[in-house]
């Protein structure tokens, strides 16, 4: 994939057109909110410099306006007789004052949640914040201070203005960026909810099943785990009960995560090196496994999301030689992995590297599934090729530690559910750490 991001057309495309057929990404949300902040921050230092600029002139002609003359004879008594710049200073005390009320706000609000937030980061978001509130009012500052005092007065602000754009050109906006272009590229939804909202939203006696081998307290860990880490441990998680929208929002939630974790090494990183985190559903990756070329790029990609598994579909254990083949023609996989994937499948260790029409040989029988088998064949060769998707999955996983949550979807009303979800459950152990069940955390919503 070409990415223009840095291109003069790029550019364009973005300041230019209408917003009414532009999808709104995380990316362009956050340059808009920032952009707001610099546009309030000079609209309100414009009103609040222009009344001290007017008020405090003591002397000379008071305006012609009859109506205006009293309040402001008024005004111009009532304020204290104290230099100009003490206002200024006011003014820009404001901004700080007001993150770090919204700071003890988070706080106070996140405070029952089991899930605490990253703090830090809260920080880094606040003084960012600032940056450009102040990138505002220093503008303001220098374009009245220039036609009431001249450069004299506008210098200062002047040298703000420069400290401010260096500090979030350079530095904060490349990392926000990144993080923002991180969660476009993850493909999940836009309306996410961090671990520590959904926390909060949800108490573990109502959210979770009193057998779940996992609550909020082992998910705060898990976060923590995240953020500390330059490249987080490997965690697997298959998340059953619930409302299908709890599932989705608890694997979202987790995969979020990721995806906003602040990495200062990505500010050289563009488009799909920014894939942390890979959002699908089990219909996707068992109609077109292709889509994962170029995508799940294995030194990058920390965590993939399987959405909507349900649990009626075959289980991905035992695919035949011929389906493996198949869907190795597919999909374009590191030669390390696909010698491992010939093993399982029982193909030669050699099968990456034959000839074209050596590997079309091997994949004859799955390539005429839908000839004049019957039913019964062409629903195993079917069956067989599934399977075969999700074991290039799990080896993909296995092969750079990656982490991945499931999410199981099924009738539980059915007396086949809990044999179902059993039998899943135990595969995906299989598939994706050998059979040790201890690596994978079930979690258990409640119904």
């Known amino acids: 994939m070409n990415d223009d991001r840095n291109s003069l057309q790029w550019f364009i495309g973005q300041a230019f057109g209408s917003d009414e057929l532009s999808p709104y990404t995380a990316e362009y949300a956050w340059n808009s909110n920032q952009m707001a902040h610099a546009m309030m921050g000079f609209a309100l230092a414009v009103v609040w410099l222009l009344l001290v600029v007017t008020l405090g002139e003591r002397s000379g002609a008071d305006s012609s306006n009859e109506w205006l003359k009293r309040p402001v004879q008024t005004l111009r008594k009532s304020m204290p007789d104290i230099p100009r710049d003490v206002y200024v200073v006011v003014l820009f005390a404001l901004i700080p004052i007001k993150e770090v009320l919204d700071i003890l706000l988070d706080r106070s609000r996140f405070a029952a949640s089991p899930v605490r937030p990253n703090y830090w980061a809260l920080y880094f978001d606040s003084l960012t914040d600032i940056s450009f509130w102040w990138t505002g009012m220093f503008l303001a500052a220098f374009i009245i201070g220039l036609f009431v005092a001249g450069w004299a007065r506008a210098l200062i602000p002047l040298v703000g203005l420069g400290l401010c754009i260096a500090f979030w050109y350079f530095y904060a906006a490349p990392r926000w960026q990144n993080q923002k272009r991180t969660f476009d590229q993850s493909r999940m939804p836009f ?192 069956a067989d090729i599934r399977r075969a998707k999700f074991e290039v999955l799990g080896e993909f996983v296995k092969l750079r530690g990656i982490s991945t949550v499931w999410v199981l979807s099924g009738d539980r009303s059915s007396e086949f559910w809990p044999a179902n979800r059993n039998r899943w ?5 299989d598939l994706i750490a050998d059979g040790d069940q201890n690596a994978l955390k079930v979690v258990e919503l409640k119904d």
């Open 425 to 429: 459950i135990k595969d995906i152990a």
């Open 191 to 382: 309306n996410y909810m961090r671990l520590a909202q959904l926390a909060a939203n949800k108490p573990a006696n109502a959210f979770f099943d009193p057998k779940s081998a996992v609550t909020w307290e082992d998910l705060g860990k898990f976060r923590e785990e995240v953020a500390n880490s330059e490249r987080a441990p490997q965690r697997h998680y298959v998340i059953v009960g619930g409302t299908p929208a709890d599932r989705t929002n608890l694997a979202v939630s987790i995969g979020s995560e990721f995806a906003f974790k602040l990495r200062p090494g990505d500010k050289a990183r563009e488009a799909m090196e920014l894939t942390r985190v890979y959002y699908t559903s089990a219909p996707a990756i068992l109609e077109r496994p292709a889509e994962f070329d170029g995508v799940l790029n294995p030194d990058v990609v920390e965590c993939v999301v399987i959405n909507h598994l349900d649990t009626v579909v075959a289980l991905p254990s035992k695919a035949s030689a011929q389906a493996g083949a198949e869907v190795l023609g597919q999909i374009k996989v590191p030669e390390a992995m696909a010698r491992n994937l010939a093993e399982k499948f029982e193909l030669p260790r050699d099968y990456a590297t034959m000839p074209k029409a050596a590997q079309d040989d091997l994949k004859k029988p799955a390539a005429i599934a839908f000839g004049p088998q019957s039913d019964s064949q062409r629903m195993k060769i079917e």
